[in-house]
């Protein structure tokens, strides 16, 4: 049989989300439409793929199999689009650049008024991605460089180019003991709770938490937030801290959440990341915008 992938993604969907109704909400399809589908893949391949009377709903050991591999076709099918949509976009001088919230600020606009100044018939989009896509995005080629934050869990295939080094603050209740600091230490935050984060990778949450610790304490962690605004109003309440980029504290501003500078904290580096393999007129020179930038920081 030919296999559909249209049949394959509704079916990772259902498995991903754990219930036939998330996963039709999330593909913007009816629940009926999307069962129906499902059973479609199901007879074409004469096997049961999800057992439908688990809660939440999960794939039989036939589809555990069959997902292992279907996964596989799907990231190679969407590397195949990208890499097209990707030399249309050369031809057409196009370049689309992802970015984390408060990437780099100033920073940013003086290396794009650099690239354009090189290539002024280049456009650039600017393309928000979430923590988990930062680099893999790249990868994919669905952007053609996006400003990262470490740490990037998997570099395979990828090239960082630093920008600059931004110091790391602590964000803490304007009521928190520490508000009224000029700076603090690493020592000085062990018996508060840090904010947590279920949707990103445990290497990301414990980087950014400083986990573990100089002092050998175990990190305590609080509330899960997934977004700046959550994080903030958290802080605010004066249930968690989070440690964060300086860029962020001029970003973002909360009547009652203050940032103060940690002193023994390594400062965060935000890079460029490109793909190894991409020698596109455009790529090359927002690289060399990035070295001119970060060489004017230097002098």
Avoid at 32 to 39: E, I, M, N, T
Avoid at 54 to 81: I, K, N, S, W
Avoid at 110 to 119: C, K, S, V
């Amino acid at each position: 049989m030919e296999l559909n992938l249209h049949l394959v993604r509704y079916l990772v969907a259902v498995v991903d989300e754990g219930h036939f109704g998330r996963a039709a909400a999330r593909l913007y399809v009816s629940g009926p439409a999307l069962s129906k589908q499902v059973r479609t893949l199901e007879r074409k391949l004469g096997v049961d793929l999800v057992d439908r009377s688990a809660h939440p709903v999960v794939a039989t050991e036939a589809g555990q199999r069959f997902l292992t591999e279907a996964r596989v076709a799907l990231a190679a099918a969407d590397r195949a689009v990208a890499a097209v949509e990707a030399h249309r976009r050369l031809v057409a001088g196009e370049l689309r650049l992802g970015f984390m919230t408060a990437a780099t600020g100033t920073h940013t606009r003086r290396i794009l008024e650099t690239m354009q100044q090189e290539l002024p018939a280049v456009s650039v989009q600017l393309v928000q991605l979430t923590w988990p896509d930062q680099a893999e995005a790249v990868r994919a080629g669905t952007v053609d460089a996006s400003l990262v934050r470490p740490p990037v869990v998997d570099c395979g295939g990828l090239r960082l180019d630093v920008v600059r080094h931004e110091p790391r603050v602590v964000a803490l209740s304007a009521r928190h003991r520490l508000a009224t600091r000029a700076s603090v230490e690493l020592l000085d935050l062990d018996d508060d709770p840090h904010v947590d984060d279920d949707e990103t990778d445990p290497v990301w949450v414990r980087w950014w938490a400083c986990d573990p610790r100089p002092s050998g304490r175990p990190v305590r962690y609080g509330p899960i937030v997934h977004t700046l605004d959550e994080l903030l109003e958290v802080v605010a309440s004066g249930r968690a801290v989070a440690i964060t980029g300086g860029s962020v504290a001029d970003s973002y501003r909360h009547p009652e959440v203050v940032y103060v500078p940690i002193v023994d904290a390594d400062p965060c580096p935000i890079s460029l990341c490109t793909r190894a393999d991409d020698h596109s007129p455009p790529v090359e020179a927002l690289r060399r915008a990035v070295h001119a930038e970060a060489a004017r920081q230097a002098a």
